[in-house]
């Protein structure tokens, strides 16, 4: 008959358990989505230096490029001024050469006059081959002159980009120090108003031997809370509560607002297994009772975005020993504040 009762009332508790589970698929979300967000601004952040650091490369490569074509035309000019230059001593050689042979003419000889004549039409020619070689060497220095005007911009553009890249890569490694040191100076924060929340919650729960610290959470025995296999939480319970809620609303008004943190309400139970219409397991009595708490502190004023109910069920005791004692240290609820 019992069994029968038990099966015939099952579907009263199915709204209770999808809400409590969609209540918690909810806060996962959105925990998730807030990282996921800051994941993907500090990704776009790393991006848009890595696309400036690439255009930064791919600019210095065409300039190494364009400097090395303009070294090599300046080796050509170079190598075409020192053609022209031996050319233009050898000219000259050969007009001293003329010279000499028309003043040792002799005067006597008749026919001497008209060689002196052609002599010295070559000789004119050979000035104005002289002339023209002059005046293209001086053209090659002026264009070898722009073309080291040149070279030395395309060095400055040179120089200029490496700088870039080098303050590119500088303000990169300053924003990790600065992101690493905004993330350190927030945990410190966090552990320092952690520690006023747990001086307060000693001085709230004083005396009690049902409530203690474990690590870097506050813990209350199911017991002081709840009655042997119940989510409601007990008269005494509800004491115990708004003497919590009172710490956390005098902890809020400290906390800079700029802060993210949260107070995580776990749920735990004994390893002893559970079975009634309206808590199939471990599982689902854990969370309920987590979700109970949660609901008194928002009824007391504090925040609900401040707060994260979670249900362990019995895998994750305090004493894994099969003893009544352990059972009523595993069956618990514990407080942690931490980061949001």
Same mark, same amino acid.
């Given at each position: =008959?019992?069994?029968?009762?038990? *099966?015939?009332?099952? #579907? ?23 990282? =996921? ?13 890595? *696309?400036? =650091? ?9 300039? *190494?490029?364009?400097?090395? &074509? ?19 001593? $050898? ?39 002289? /002339? ?11 264009? &070898? ?32 120090? /600065?992101? $690493? ?31 203690? +610290? ?18 409601? +939480? ?34 735990? *139970?004994?390893?002893?297994? +559970?079975?009634?219409?309206?808590? #199939?397991? $471990? ?11 949660? !609901? ?20 994750? #005791? ?9 059972? /009523? ?6 407080? !942690?504040?931490?980061?949001?």
């Amino acid at each position: =008959m019992a069994l029968a009762r038990r *099966t015939s009332e099952r #579907p009263s508790f199915w709204p209770g358990y999808v809400d409590a589970l969609s209540s918690l698929l909810l806060v996962i979300i959105f925990l998730l989505s807030i990282f =996921m967000i800051a994941q993907f601004f500090l990704n776009q952040e790393i991006l848009g230096q890595d *696309t400036a =650091m690439q255009r930064l490369n791919a600019q210095i490569a065409e300039l *190494t490029e364009l400097l090395q &074509l303009e070294r090599a035309n300046a080796d050509d000019l170079e190598l075409t001024i020192a053609s022209l230059s031996a050319t233009l001593e $050898n000219t000259r050689e050969e007009r001293d050469s003329l010279e000499q042979q028309l003043s040792g003419i002799g005067a006597g000889f008749g026919d001497a006059q008209d060689r002196i004549s052609g002599l010295e039409a070559e000789l004119a020619a050979e000035e104005e081959l002289s /002339r023209e070689a002059e005046a293209q060497v001086a053209l090659l220095n002026q264009q &070898l002159a722009a073309l080291r005007q040149q070279i030395g911009a395309l060095e400055a553009a040179l120089d200029a980009a490496e700088q870039r890249d080098v303050e590119s890569r500088t303000q990169i490694a300053d924003l990790g120090r /600065r992101l $690493n040191l905004a993330l350190a100076q927030r945990v410190q924060d966090l552990s320092r108003y952690r520690s006023d929340f747990f001086g307060r919650m000693r001085e709230a729960l004083e005396g009690r031997s049902d409530v203690e +610290i474990v690590g870097d959470r506050f813990v209350f025995q199911s017991e002081v809370l709840f009655d042997a296999g119940q989510a409601q +939480i007990s008269a005494e319970g509800s004491d115990q509560i708004s003497a919590l809620a009172d710490a956390i609303l005098e902890l809020e008004e400290q906390i800079p607002p700029d802060i993210p943190w949260v107070l995580r309400i776990d749920g735990h *139970t004994d390893r002893r297994p +559970i079975s009634t219409p309206q808590f #199939p397991s $471990n599982w689902e009595l854990s969370a309920a009772r987590a979700i109970s708490v949660a !609901k008194q502190l928002v009824a007391e004023g504090v925040p609900p975005n401040r707060l994260v109910a979670a249900g362990f069920g019995e895998f994750a #005791p305090l004493d894994p020993a099969d003893t009544e004692e352990a059972y /009523r240290r595993n069956r618990r609820i514990e407080f !942690k504040l931490t980061e949001g």
